[in-house]
Structures are given as structure tokens and as C-alpha cells.
Nanobody, 121 residues
Framework: QVQLVESGGGLVQAGDSLRLSCAASGGTFRSYAMGWFQQAPGKEREFVAVISWSGGTTYYKDSVKGRFTISRDIAKNSVYLQMNSLKPEDTAVYYC??????????????WGQGTQVTVSS
């Protein structure tokens, strides 16, 4: 059983940056692909970014390419989402997830509780 705890969310202005962290415990972190998802008010949860178990492959949804960067530190059992040039439409609860394969679907085995990101205009 893997436990995931996100942190780093907050209230920022448009154009600012935030770095989200997700700390994993209770499992073999290095064997999982790790994803970030977002859920805006009144909307379905949707894919943001994913990184392979090795960290060698990443994939992003189009609207965050060039602005967001996903990374992982195996030694720290952590995955990160660096978010730059934030826009009001990035406002959402952000969740990290762990799964056996890289996918943009929400077919992950483990989920964190989420961290709120609010971007004001």
C-alpha cells in the first residue's frame, strides 16, 4: 500500500510560480509511474503530467507544455510539479497518483488527498 501526500499549493497571482511536491511512503516508489491531475470546481478530474518510473520519459497535456515540469527524486521518494507562468485557468485541486504504467487516464492505483492551487488575475 502506497501513501501519497501532496504539498506546496497556495494562492498566487497570474504569472507567478509554484512547486508542488508529493511524498510517497509504504511501497516501492521506484517501480511506479507518477502522474499529476487537476480538478477544477464543477469539472472532471483531468490529466496534467506523467513521469515514468525511471524519470526518463515525461508527458504533458498541451495547455501546460513549456510552463510545467514534472520530475522525481527516487532517493527522496518524491515527485514534483514545477508550475511557472501560472494562469487563472490553472486554478484547481492538484492530485498526485502512482500506477504501474504511464497513462493519461485516471487508471492509477494510489492517489493523494490533493492540494489547492488558486491563481488570481
Amino acid at each position: 500500500q502506497v501513501q501519497l501526500v501532496e504539498s506546496g499549493g497556495g494562492l498566487v497571482q497570474a504569472g507567478d510560480s509554484l512547486r508542488l511536491s508529493c511524498a510517497a511512503s509504504g511501497g516501492t516508489f521506484r517501480s511506479y509511474a507518477m502522474g499529476w491531475f487537476q480538478q477544477a470546481p464543477g469539472k472532471e478530474r483531468e490529466f496534467v503530467a506523467v513521469i515514468s518510473w525511471s524519470g526518463g520519459t515525461t508527458y504533458y497535456k498541451d495547455s501546460v507544455k513549456g510552463r510545467f515540469t514534472i520530475s522525481r527524486d527516487i532517493a527522496k521518494n518524491s515527485v514534483y510539479l514545477q508550475m511557472n507562468s501560472l494562469k487563472p485557468e490553472d486554478t484547481a485541486v492538484y492530485y498526485c497518483a502512482a500506477g504501474s504504467r504511464m497513462t493519461t487516464n485516471d487508471e492509477y492505483d494510489y492517489w493523494g488527498q490533493g492540494t489547492q492551487v488558486t491563481v488570481s488575475s
